[in-house]
């Protein structure tokens, strides 16, 4: 099955930028699209991002649209470019694969990474 590895988090001031990366390895073929979610302290998971198995087509949240850019450097590899950001990009960031579905933030995902922290303050 496909297994996803997320990296690039940390610490940032508002205002600056982080690159994060998902790394899929297995059947890598196995999926539509991949998405990239987060969750904040004391908030639900929400979906951020996501790009097709092409990368014909990308969603963003409206919350992140103009900051963030999610771009496939192959079928191995997405990355999410985080720009200007804010304290309330604050949370831990998932990347998930989609095996059948199209890039659709409200899309079911199939195989989840584990996870790497973004803490954007001062």
């Known amino acids: 099955q496909l297994q996803l590895v997320e990296s690039g988090g940390g610490l940032v001031q508002p205002g600056g930028s982080l690159r994060l990366s998902c790394a899929a390895s297995?059947?890598?073929?196995?999926?539509?699209?991949i998405g990239w979610f987060r969750q904040a302290p004391g908030k639900e998971r929400e979906a951020v991002s996501c790009?097709?198995?092409?990368?014909?087509?990308t969603n963003y949240v409206d919350s992140v649209k103009g900051r963030f850019t999610i771009s496939r450097v192959n079928k191995n590899t997405v990355y999410l470019q985080m720009n200007s950001l804010k304290p309330e990009d604050t949370g831990v960031y998932y990347c998930?694969?989609?095996?059948?579905?199209?890039?659709?933030?409200?899309?079911?995902?199939?195989?989840w990474g584990q996870g790497t922290q973004v803490t954007v303050s001062s």
């Open positions: 297995g059947f890598t073929l196995e999926y539509g699209a």
């Open positions: 998930a694969a989609s095996v059948f579905g199209r890039c659709a933030l409200g899309g079911h995902y199939d195989y």
């Open positions: 790009i097709s198995s092409s990368g014909d087509n």
